[in-house]
């Protein structure tokens, strides 16, 4: 499976545009790009996926550039209830997804 | 809305002991997972099952089993619990298709190995 490599942890302030960037340089071509959001004491949340170009749904947008080597989480406008843990996931929907493992995610931080 | 219960929230067992954690998914997905999480760790896959009576070793099956003898329930067995499978376990579930990483997660069962 791709290795991802995402910021241990992020800080911003309500209302601001977050970005948190995933980097999976060696990206296989049946890989699809998940994030999942996480509370404390919670399960993950499924947020969006993406395999090119830029995926939106009502939470968030996915940014991938051409050579999907890294992909862009963006959350517009975060509020105090966005501080949680996301965690990039890189998998093939085939074979392979077996050694699936979530990595340590990057743990945001909203401040009024 | 999306259901997937756990059967305990919290639990303490000795060593040596069998367990039993239980996953209900009430949306009739095909795909259900059993993952342990661990602090510097993340998730990590346990098992996997595709289908009733069909299963798939994740990434860390030893020490573990499972069973789904019905679509909606899975489950996770420590056959002889240790201390070292101390941790949080989640079950989730999914679609097939372009929807299998679309996974609905349960809120965990938190256990100790004492």
């Known amino acids: 499976l791709a290795k991802t490599t995402q910021p241990i942890s992020m800080d911003s302030y309500e209302g601001q545009e977050v970005n948190i960037t995933c980097s999976h340089n060696n990206i296989a071509t049946n890989d699809y790009i998940t994030w999942y959001q996480q509370f404390p004491s919670q399960g993950p949340r499924f947020i969006i996926q993406?395999?090119?170009t830029k995926v939106t749904n009502e939470v968030a947008s996915l940014f991938i550039p051409a050579d999907r080597k890294s992909s862009t989480l963006s959350l517009p406008r975060v509020s105090l209830s966005d501080t949680a843990v996301y965690y990039c996931?890189?998998?093939?929907?085939?074979?392979?997804?077996?050694?699936?493992?979530f990595g340590t995610g990057t743990r945001l931080l909203v401040s009024p | 809305d999306v259901k997937v219960t756990q059967s305990s929230r919290y639990l303490v067992k000795r060593t040596g002991e069998k367990v039993f954690l239980e996953c209900v998914q009430d949306?009739?997905?095909?795909?259900m997972f059993w993952y342990r999480q661990d602090p510097g760790l993340g998730l990590r896959l346990i098992y996997f099952?595709?289908?009733?009576?069909?299963?798939e070793k994740g990434d860390i099956p030893e020490g573990y089993s499972v069973s789904r003898e019905k679509k909606e329930r899975f489950s996770l067995i420590l056959e002889s619990a240790s201390t070292n499978q101390t941790s949080m376990y989640l079950c989730?579930?999914?679609?097939?298709?372009?929807?299998?990483?679309?996974?609905?997660f349960g809120p965990g069962t938190r256990l100790t190995v004492t």
């Open positions: 099952s595709y289908d009733v009576k069909m299963k």
């Open positions: 989730a579930s999914s679609l097939s298709g372009s929807s299998f990483y679309e996974q609905y």
């Open positions: 996931l890189v998998a093939p929907r085939g074979t392979g997804f077996q050694k699936l493992v």
């Open positions: 949306m009739d997905h095909e795909n």
């Open positions: 993406g395999y090119k």
